[in-house]
């Protein structure tokens, strides 16, 4: 099996403006009125709770409360929503990916408790900044003046 990615010239590419990572899984893959029924009811407040004074969020979805941070995606990084455009019957098929959107930020919710530097993906974009660090070529002046002469 292998997966494809389709990906067109970024500035092909439409841009949206809101994108939430809600903690569960929502049976259905259409438009909804999100801006309507669930935006309308975020409120935004400066928590003594959030470091650097940031913008605590707080929403609930079907009755569950959730705590959300506005996040935006590392330096040279482009956040991008993809769907997989055919999902595959058995285990052995290729799969085949699409790029819906690019985002320039996006909202992470937790269920009931807040956004913190504990969660997966807090951890998950603190290791791209350890994999550039890793990555990255160390000159060593010693060395670099050995190869000079």
């Not at 407040?45 to 913008?55: A, R």
């Not at 605590?56 to 040279?76: Q, V, Y």
């Amino acid at each position: 099996m292998s997966i494809h990615l389709n990906i067109p010239q970024l500035s092909e590419i439409n841009e949206t403006k809101s994108c939430h990572s809600m903690p569960c899984k929502i049976k259905y893959s259409g438009k909804a009125n999100v801006n309507q029924f669930f935006e309308s009811v975020i409120l935004k407040n400066k928590g003594p709770n959030s470091p650097n004074n940031e913008e605590e969020l707080t929403a609930s979805f079907r009755g569950r409360p959730l705590n959300g941070k506005i996040i935006e995606p590392p330096n040279d990084y482009q956040g991008l929503i993809i769907k997989e455009n055919k999902k595959p019957l058995t285990e052995d098929e290729d799969r085949e990916f699409g790029i819906l959107a690019k985002v320039h930020n996006f909202t992470y919710w937790n269920l009931d408790k807040p956004v913190t530097d504990e969660d997966k993906l807090a951890k998950a974009l603190l290791f791209t900044q350890i994999a550039r660090g890793l990555h990255q070529r160390v000159f060593d002046e010693e060395t670099e003046a050995k190869n000079g002469q």
